[in-house]
């Protein structure tokens, strides 16, 4: 399993940004899809997260300017659309899943929470 985020740059204060993230692999389920940032010199939060059902939190930061979305009709893709940007939202960003996968050859699930994307750099200016 593969998750690859893209859709990072720089952005004035104010503008908005969509995030991507594609898994892709032997997914069996698509549980949960998160995202989480970390700023340079602090720990990794999480911005956002939407469970397979649909239902979203949100950190308080981000909290009515950010909205999370899934798709998952063949393209197991998790957005975070990011409007209202503000210079502390100046991070890396990066997609987390809840996978299940399924081992065919001895029909054993296996379910993993720590799948993580590669990161993509988002920066606002002021």
């Known amino acids: 399993v593969q998750l690859q985020a893209s859709g990072g740059g720089l952005v004035q204060a104010g503008g908005s940004l969509r995030l991507s993230c594609v898994a892709s692999?032997?997914?069996?389920?698509?549980?949960?899809m998160n995202w989480y940032r970390q700023a340079p010199g602090k720990q990794r939060e999480l911005v956002a997260r939407?469970?397979?059902?649909?239902?979203?939190?949100y950190g308080d930061s981000v909290q009515g300017r950010f909205t999370i979305s899934r798709d998952d009709d063949a393209k197991n893709t998790v957005y975070l659309q990011m409007n209202s940007l503000k210079p502390e939202d100046t991070a890396v960003y990066y997609c987390?899943?809840?996978?299940?996968?399924?081992?065919?050859?001895?029909?054993?699930?296996?379910?993993?929470?720590?799948?993580w994307g590669q990161g993509t750099l988002v920066t606002v200016s002021s």
């Open positions: 987390n899943a809840d996978i299940d996968t399924m081992d065919w050859a001895t029909t054993t699930l296996e379910r993993r929470d720590d799948y």
């Open positions: 692999g032997k997914i069996f389920t698509l549980n949960a």
């Open positions: 939407i469970t397979s059902g649909g239902s979203t939190n």
